[in-house]
């Protein structure tokens, strides 16, 4: 394969919506076999910690590295925007030894360029390759892995790792899946079964309340799994009239009931080769469970008014909200069914159980992306609405939430979301008691007492943690725990 053709199909690799690990280790694989390298490395810039990190990288010996900005090759790289080209890594002084003393590995010679949309964009991360097999890297090699780099840089602009400040360096590490955010220890254990369920062909059931992201992580698998250049078709349950199922789902002949002007293939069928997600299981009508029982053990169907048996090569998904238990046991959903379509169960947790920071990172995600959707500039959300995000309970979880934020965003008339742009019912009322995210202060109250029953009412709203307290405070956190000792001594 030429370098050129290379390229062309690490574009359309790059362009699909994947496991951001994978297709980043895709890149590293395809890049070192065209530049003869031993390994490739991509390095990307935590927006969050300043530092960088492995996203992924060809190195068997450890899981992950780190580094701070401006040492060793990646890092200099990465602060400067420079493609650097060392012939003997041992002999110059930019090459830092302490990657290959963790990984037993011997560096001798270095490749590595910036990763960014074009030549004036902020760097996102650093690819590296190491040790040329034959001779050492030249300069159509640095043209060809600059190239690249902005492939890279260009990708990630469109997934959900953009930085929330996109005219500052790196990006913000939301998750491993590209469009599915969270890195909370409930959302952990999700991740890892989307993975292995993305492996097989087993039939997979989501479990979760509405607007948890159940048809996300669907798509989540299909994309991750040997079907991902296949069809992802979505049959909504609820939708469906129970006279309709049947020909929905395996199609129709012509003739087969009155309007029938022509064949017209199932779901089913379109979704050959891919994947058939079955959306909210749980109101499959039941005097069609029978024929969709048959269908899920042996992929076989007949179209309505037809007699032909056909198969389908197609991968099935479920998701419901439903308690498929007590449908069972009250007779309206077939034990048998219910057996079939959980071979692999995901619960997907609710909004409330993933963390505070988890809403707070996703309000800021969809508050850039609603922006950018409507044409408004960037929109920042003011700590007394965040404190009003962070304490709702989100009954209509993440989908509440955006639909909460884009409202914001829409409304606000300079570019900042504050407590007034959100829904009624979690406004201030006059004269009431004070709401989520609302501070009461008493006429009379001193300024030093106003201030620290703020301080107190912003530390608990941060749950206790002090750097974000500071933050919402736009104090230092020297400040900030000045006036909690202040607060504290007797002698006040």
Known sequence: MSRLSLL?????????????????SMACERVAEALQADRA???????????????????PEVPQLRQPAGKGVAGIVARTGEVLRLEDASRDPR?????????????????????REDARAPVRGVIQLLNRKEGVFDDEDERYLVALAMQLGRALSLTTLRAADEAG???VLRGPFNHVIGRSPALKAVYERIALAARSDAT???????????????????VNSLRQS???????CTTLPAQLVESELFGHE????????????????????????????GDFPPEMQGKLLRFLQDRRFERVGGRQELTADVRILCATHRDLEGAVAKGTFREDLYYRVRVIEIEIPPLRERGTDEIEQLANYFAVEHARRHGRPPTVIEPSAMAILRSHDWPGNVRELEHWIESAVVLSTDARITPALLPSAKRPRAGGAASAGEVRLAIGLSLAEATRKYIDATLQACEGNKTRAAKSLRVGRNTLARALSEREDPSE
């Open 8 to 24: 062309v199909d690490l574009a359309t690799l790059l362009a699909r919506e994947v496991d951001l690990d994978a297709m980043l």
């Open 41 to 59: 490395t991509v390095w990307l810039i935590d927006a969050e910690r300043g530092d960088l990190v492995t996203r992924v990288a060809l190195l």
């Open 169 to 171: 360096p790196g990006l």
């Open 95 to 115: 090459f830092d030894p302490s990657a290959d003393k963790v990984t037993g590995y011997t560096t001798r010679s270095m490749l590595a360029a910036p990763i």
């Open 230 to 236: 296949g069809p992802f078709v979505t049959v909504d």
């Open 254 to 281: 012509r003739g087969a009931f009155t309007g029938a002007d022509r064949r017209v293939p199932g779901r089913v069928e379109v979704a050959g080769g891919g994947t058939l997600l079955l959306d909210e299981i």
């Open 204 to 222: 997979v059931l989501l479990r979760g309340e509405t607007g948890t992201g159940k048809g996300l992580l669907a798509r989540a698998i299909h």
